[in-house]
């Protein structure tokens, strides 16, 4: 299942306690204190992992507490400190304190990690307190307690190229034909219920990562339908490849689809809206050639860009978008985009 939103609390481990201990042995007078040092408590840490996908297993459990240490022993034995708790998340979250919004950490590479709960320091035993105006200390110091905080964590993917476009304009089917991922396809809105990726091969050097993004609906900026929950993967890529039904049945109208999707980009972050777009018009197998021509023209007229048309059922001119898409990567990266 994929899930890409969790809240959880975390807390280091306690400190173990000082020791209050005396010497006792024979023939050894006034032996004097010999409380140990209490162990220090566990740090939490996250860490990023290309072996997660996504927040399923962390969502599981809502407390992630580290071991405490161990008490100080007589003989001015230290208490063992506590294991640290390691938290593996996938590439990509972001993780924020859920009281304040505050971001924390971003992981953006596998390997990438943080002490997000310091664990507590142990108490020292009375043996640290002896001294030549207090030989007899008869305390030792309580261990602190960890750090502790809820946070909220966020995934967004990192994909090169995001596939947008009203409900059932057939963004699965295109992902399928592209890569080598399955994601579930049928004839009605929203089979589409949380993004798919896939790595496209253009030739034996070029590669990219493709996401299909769930269907955005008008009011989509403001938690219609599936909302942010599909707007905030978007985030993180670089062209977005918008797809258009063109097909005779299509409603609406591929112009008006076309305005739906912009108005959600814009409303929910400008930004996005200003990235490299490549317009397709799929399912013109369902049209004569004739018919088809003339209607990508007029998509062409009526929104002064250029309209890639294909059809993701029969993958004609698919490749040839494949190519297009590359090289639009390709520019961006020499440029430093």
Known sequence: MFVDEAVIYVKGGDGGNGCVSFRREKYVPRGGPDGGDGGRGGNV????????????????????????????????????????????????????????????????????????????????????????????????????????RHLKLELKLFADVGIIGLPNVGKSTLLSRLSAARPKIADYPFTTLHPQLGVVAVDNFRRFVVADLPGLIAGAHAGVGLGDEFLRHIERTKILVHILDISPIARPEPVEAYHIIRNELNLYNPEIAKRTEIIVANKIDLLDNEAGLTKVQYLEKQLLKRIYPISAVTGENVDKLKRTVAEALQELNVDGG
């Open 45 to 148: 840490t996250l860490r990023a992992s290309q072996t997660v996908e996504t927040l399923y297993d962390i969502s599981s459990r809502v407390k992630y507490v580290a071991e405490g240490g161990k008490h100080g022993e007589g003989s001015t034995r230290h208490g063992k400190n506590g294991k640290d708790l390691i938290i593996e998340l996938p590439v990509g979250t972001i993780i924020k304190d859920k009281e304040t919004g505050r971001v924390l950490k971003d992981f953006k590479k596998p390997g990438e990690s943080v002490v997000i709960a310091h664990g507590g320091r142990g108490g020292r035993g009375n043996k640290y307190f002896a001294s030549a105006t207090n030989q007899v200390p008869r305390y030792a110091e309580e261990g602190e307690p960890g750090d502790e």
